[in-house]
């Protein structure tokens, strides 16, 4: 049973940062490419990060690049999200995911999800 299980979100002030985890379990964790989408109140989920198996790919939305860096541990089957220069605009609930590689980033190509973790940004 593969689970994806976030943590690290909260609520800051404008400018501050966040690091978000996701632990996964059930898997081959360095098989998987791993993403980030975000969900904001009222709007679609959409795609801000992702990396390969290896690590050495990422992919950004241009809303987050520059501001946000995607890595993973293949040792500890964990994937993180650093997010600096929080914005209000950042405000979603945020979700790890994972799936095989090739295809593109749509969310519809993702296997497994986690539950998500909320981060508020206040201005």
């Known amino acids: 049973q593969v689970q994806l299980v976030e943590s690290g979100g909260g609520l800051v002030q404008a400018g501050s940062s966040l690091r978000l985890s996701c632990i996964a379990s059930?898997?081959?964790?360095?098989?998987?490419?791993m993403a980030w989408f975000r969900q904001a109140p009222g709007k679609e989920r959409g795609f801000a990060a992702a990396?390969?198996?290896?690590?050495?790919?990422?992919s950004y939305a241009d809303s987050v690049k520059a501001r946000f860096s995607i890595s993973r541990d293949n040792a500890k089957n964990t994937v993180y999200l650093q997010m600096n220069s929080l914005k209000p605009e950042d405000t979603a609930v945020y979700y790890c995911?994972?799936?095989?590689?090739?295809?593109?980033?749509?969310?519809?190509?993702?296997?497994?999800w986690g539950q998500g973790t909320q981060v508020t940004v206040s201005s």
């Open positions: 995911a994972a799936k095989r590689p090739g295809g593109s980033m749509r969310s519809d190509e993702y296997s497994y």
């Open positions: 059930g898997l081959t964790f360095r098989n998987y490419v």
């Open positions: 990396i390969s198996g290896g690590g050495k790919t990422t």
